[in-house]
Structure formats: structure tokens, C-alpha cells
Nanobody, 127 residues
């Protein structure tokens, strides 16, 4: 059974940093893409924003404009884990963050492409 388990969320002051982890398990093959998405408080699922993704085969990374330069996605294949390093956090980064893996098509930051999802983890940035 495929499972994606997020960890590392919490509360942080503006300008602070957090590292999210996503452990990917249960695949009988290597998923082609792993992405991080976020859903802001009160926003519907259709407005879930793709913030970063990584092609697990070659390591190519993709970022939304809203996080480029501040967030870094990385993988540790030996640990079946994908990380999201978040720096210079802002209040508008507060959201539930979701890890997702394996896509039908090829739109790395498009939520509807992804087949498997974690349950999400909360990140709150505030004073």
C-alpha cells in the first residue's frame, strides 16, 4: 500500500526556517515526480498551490514564483524521503502542506496530475 507521511511542521516566527520531510513507501516502482503543495486556511482544495516538485530520476526541480529563492526541495533516495527546506518564512506561507507522488501527465506543480497524497502537516508563521 502506497503511503506518504509528512513531518516537520510547526510554528515559527517570520524570517525563520523549517524543514518538512515526506517519507514515501509502498511503491513497487519509483514514482516519477514528488511534489509539495499547500492549502491556505479557509481556501478550498481547488486552490491548493503547488510550491515545489522534484523529478526523482534526474533531480530536476520546479518551484512556484511565490517560493523561488526561499524554498529548496531535495531527495534522499536511500531514505525514500523528499525534503522541503523553507527559509525566510512569511505569514502568507502559513498553510497545510501536503506531499504528493506520481503523476499521470507532466505538470509538476499541477495538483490534478498527482495520484498519491499524504494527509498533510500544518505550518504556521506568525509573531
Amino acid at each position: 500500500r502506497v503511503q506518504l507521511e509528512e513531518s516537520g511542521g510547526g510554528s515559527v516566527q517570520p524570517g525563520g526556517s523549517l524543514r518538512l520531510s515526506c517519507v514515501v513507501s509502498g511503491f513497487t516502482y519509483s514514482p516519477n515526480l514528488v511534489g509539495w503543495f499547500r492549502q491556505a486556511p479557509g481556501k478550498p482544495r481547488k486552490e491548493r498551490e503547488g510550491v515545489a516538485a522534484i523529478d526523482t530520476r534526474g533531480g530536476t526541480t520546479y518551484y512556484s514564483d511565490s517560493v523561488k529563492g526561499r524554498f529548496t526541495i531535495a531527495q534522499d533516495k536511500g531514505k525514500s524521503t523528499v525534503y522541503l527546506h523553507m527559509t525566510d518564512l512569511k505569514p502568507e506561507d502559513s498553510a497545510m502542506y501536503y506531499c504528493a507522488a506520481d503523476v499521470r501527465g507532466w505538470k509538476p506543480l499541477g495538483q490534478y496530475e498527482y495520484i498519491n497524497w499524504g494527509l498533510g502537516i500544518q505550518v504556521t508563521v506568525g509573531s
